[in-house]
């Protein structure tokens, strides 16, 4: 059954916080740096980076990242009550590549969507040559979104790759963090302390099961 498309931003339940950072971003570097989203599916998020860009009056990229094609995807968090895997079929690309390219065209923003895993992008993506507005793109990146496979091992291959290429002030953040790190831990006090040593060379916080952290 197809979908209604979704128009505006205010529609997405529980993101506010989410989209509050990424305006603060926005609005405070310079539009040539790249916003990315690593796992797109329906593009629920991706349209709140998007109107979080719009927003902030800047011409800026948003890179969205996801194989669908009913590729085998490991996440511990993608279970129905019923204990089914969602699906990341043909219809689940086309309403997020709609909802994505609808919301975007409409209000003159800048998407586009790489249809390929995450570890294909990150190995391929600096030897192709993205131009916009007369100018070679350089992939350096503001925000960045990992809500791709829910594992540590590649989450943390994710965010080293993009720590490298996030400016100085620009922002990673990893959804779902209690389902790839906390399950290990009794006591939140020790999940926390744990996540400092990952992160200790930036600025953190954790809101929402996601954590957000600022280069420094």
């Not at 590729?71 to 994505?100: H, I, V, W």
């Not at 994710?158 to 620009?170: P, S």
């Not at 990673?172 to 302390?193: F, R």
Request: glycine share 6%.
């Amino acid at each position: 059954m197809k979908k209604n498309y979704i128009k505006s931003s205010n529609e997405i339940p529980g993101l506010e916080y989410f989209r509050e950072r990424a305006l603060e971003i926005s609005k405070n570097i310079n539009e040539d740096y790249i916003f990315c989203e690593i796992g797109t599916r329906e593009g629920n998020s991706g349209i709140q980076l998007l109107d979080a860009i719009k927003e902030s009056n800047k011409k800026r990229w948003l890179f969205t990242v996801d194989p669908y094609g009913t590729k085998p995807y490991r996440a511990t968090t993608d279970m129905d009550s019923r204990g089914r895997l969602f699906d990341y079929d043909e219809q689940c690309y086309r309403n997020g590549m709609m909802t994505l390219n609808t919301f975007a065209f409409n209000n003159d923003l800048l998407h586009c969507h790489w249809r390929m895993t995450s570890k294909d992008f990150m190995d391929k993506i600096e030897s192709i040559e993205f131009w916009y507005d007369e100018k070679k793109m350089d992939y350096k990146f503001g925000l960045v979104f990992l809500d791709g496979e829910h594992y540590e091992d590649i989450v943390m291959e994710e965010f080293d790759w993009f720590r490298d290429r996030l400016i100085k002030g620009g922002l990673i953040i990893i959804d779902d963090i209690e389902n790839i790190w906390q399950t290990s831990y009794v006591d939140e006090s020790d999940y926390l302390k744990f996540l400092g040593t990952i992160f200790k060379d930036g600025e953190w916080n954790v809101n929402g099961g996601k954590l957000y952290y600022i280069k420094k």
